[in-house]
């Protein structure tokens, strides 16, 4: 009986993860999902198969294409013909001077099954070596997926690849090897990684110098610059390799990997920044969304990133977060785990039935598990990041106004080096919230972290109207954090209530500030805005 319900609440706790993490953005599939959700809402589209049909169709030729691989390398099994109608328009009607830029098209044509395509075939004739180094690498990409040409193959290729070598990794120009362009290397020579001794080696060397250029947060920097693309490749090097970021001890030091490198560029709004103390940067948010989801291929036993196959192996999970048709229509979160929790009872009922043991007892005791876990499920909000980041539909509120809000975190500014901790303490500056009769503090604060993209963990749900809601979390800043009467408290006008944030009502023209605190309020009781 235990093992009956050891597998029941291990069914729950797997489905609560998957789902949590796309509210939260805790890991990697959550932040490439951050973006896909960006690009949804920025181009107005209701689903990744409109956003191929609209915006990557009217973007065809013109930097569409990496979104492209990276949605049906992440699983993304949509129709890809209406962009391949306006890329062989686009092909058709321009003359694609860079032989770099024609290789990565000939790359999207490969992704989307279309190996035989004449572009594919007349770039492989006319690119590889034509702007040195990296018209090798792309070169080495489209044989390594079967492509065919007139002009080389896959061992003249890595050969020459292999003779540009400088100082254990590979540069554009001079001497001295650069990250960037190294890590694009390995990408293109993993492949023969296992097969071919001369490879291993040369592999081996970079490694040990992509390795020596990491950074003790974990980040890397090229040309003397530490950015967010570094990173990036590096990340897609070491997954087409086999290699897990956050594992390889090789790649993460002062406890700082690649990854956790990476995701210090993210944006409040899920893009990512070039540096960062920068704005937000399409080359950083492209490069970056590759990247995560080439982390996602190989925890999930995908294969390389650059293995383009055809055959998408559907990715259900971000599908179900990204749909605006499940979350309008299908079945919710909470539906599809209590049918699981269900079927689950039901199939142990069977086994005890099928194995003589039929004491009510233990049709009981597998009941109560179930219902244990069911009403756990109902305590727990599962939301997709589209969901929560969208705006509220709040047509049938009466609106009485505005408050502001603001959330600080000026306790502990400049302690820490911690990236989601702001220098000057700042999370959320003076902000107008919209009012509507009936919200709570914690209703501002949902509302305030819908529209910018701020993270926010309670404890409490919708069975309890959010009367004792509590705010563990804000910004990634949790309670405890920094000492056991360390967390998040409110003011209001300047004074701290004794209620729930979900007991206290608004009204027009209210002054909310949040609040972290070592010693539960006594250290920001003075707290005046500037």
């Given amino acids: 009986m235990r093992r009956i319900a050891c597998a029941l609440i291990a069914l729950v706790l797997l489905l609560a993860s998957c789902t949590a993490e796309g509210r939260f953005l805790t890991d990697v599939s959550a932040s490439a999902d951050g973006i896909i959700s960006l690009r949804l809402i920025e181009a107005g589209a209701e689903s990744v198969q409109e956003l191929a049909d609209t915006y990557l169709a009217e973007n065809a030729g ?17 129709d890809p013909a209406a962009y391949l109608a306006a890329l062989n328009k686009y092909v058709s009607e321009n003359t694609i001077s860079s032989a770099t830029e024609r290789q990565k098209i000939a790359l999207v044509y490969i992704s989307c099954g279309e190996r035989e395509n004449e572009f594919v075939k007349r770039t492989l004739s006319d690119s590889i070596g034509q702007m040195g180094v990296m018209s090798y690498i792309y070169g080495l990409h489209l044989l390594n997926n079967c492509a065919s040409g007139d002009a080389a193959d896959v061992k003249e290729v890595t050969d020459t690849l292999l003779s540009l070598r400088k100082g254990g990794g590979w540069a554009v120009t001079g001497s001295n090897p650069d990250v960037d362009v190294t890590a694009m ?3 293109a020579l993993a492949p023969a990684y296992a097969s071919d001794l001369r490879v291993h080696e040369a592999v081996d060397e970079a490694l040990e110098l992509l390795s020596s250029r990491q950074l003790e ?45 990476l995701l210090s560029y993210r944006t409040a709004e899920g893009a990512f920044r070039h540096v960062k103390d920068g704005p937000a940067n399409n080359s950083a948010v492209t490069q970056a ?53 269900g079927a689950c009872a039901l199939a142990a009922c069977i086994a005890l039935t099928i194995k003589g043991k039929r004491h009510v007892k233990n049709y009981v005791f597998v009941l109560a598990a179930a219902i244990v876990l069911g009403g756990l ?61 009936g919200d709570s503090v914690f209703d501002a604060l949902t509302r305030a972290a819908r529209e910018h993209s701020l993270q926010v963990e309670n404890r409490g749900g919708a069975l309890n109207a959010h009367g004792m809601v509590y705010i563990a979390g804000i910004n990634y800043l949790y309670e405890r954090e920094f000492g056991d009467m360390s967390g998040w408290i409110y003011h209001v006008n300047g004074v701290s209530p004794n209620v729930s944030c ?29």
């Avoid at 013109?62 to 949509?78: C, D, M, N, P, S």
């Avoid at 727990?380 to 600080?408: A, W």
């Fill in 62 to 78: 013109r930097g569409a294409e990496w979104y492209v691989i990276t949605l049906r390398q992440y699983g993304f099994a949509f």
């Fill in 377 to 437: 499920t109902l305590l727990t909000d599962f939301e997709s990041v589209r969901s929560y980041y969208s705006p509220e539909d709040n047509s049938n509120k009466q609106y009485i106004g505005t408050v502001t809000l603001t959330v600080r975190c000026d306790i502990v500014a400049g302690t820490t080096d911690k990236e989601y901790i702001p220098a000057d303490g700042v999370i959320l500056p003076v902000t107008e919230v919209k009012l509507y009769e």
């Fill in 502 to 530: 979900g007991d206290y009502l608004l009204a027009d023209g209210d002054e909310v500030d949040w609040l972290y605190t070592l010693s539960l309020g006594e250290d920001v009781k003075d707290f005046v805005r500037q």
């Fill in 185 to 187: 290397a390995l990408q």
């Fill in 289 to 341: 969304f590759y990247a995560l989801v080439s982390v996602w291929r190989l925890r999930s036993g995908r294969g390389a990133f650059y293995n383009l196959d055809s055959q998408i192996v559907p990715n259900t999970r971000a599908e179900a977060l990204l749909s605006a048709e499940s979350e309008d229509g299908g079945l919710s979160y909470k539906a599809i785990v209590l049918i699981s929790v």
């Fill in 217 to 261: 947060n974990g980040g890397f920097a090229s040309y003397g610059s530490e950015n967010c693309e570094s990173c990036a490749q590096v990340i897609m090097a070491l997954t087409n390799l086999g290699i897990e970021p956050e594992k390889d001890a090789r790649f993460i030091k002062n406890g700082n990997s690649a990854v956790d490198a």
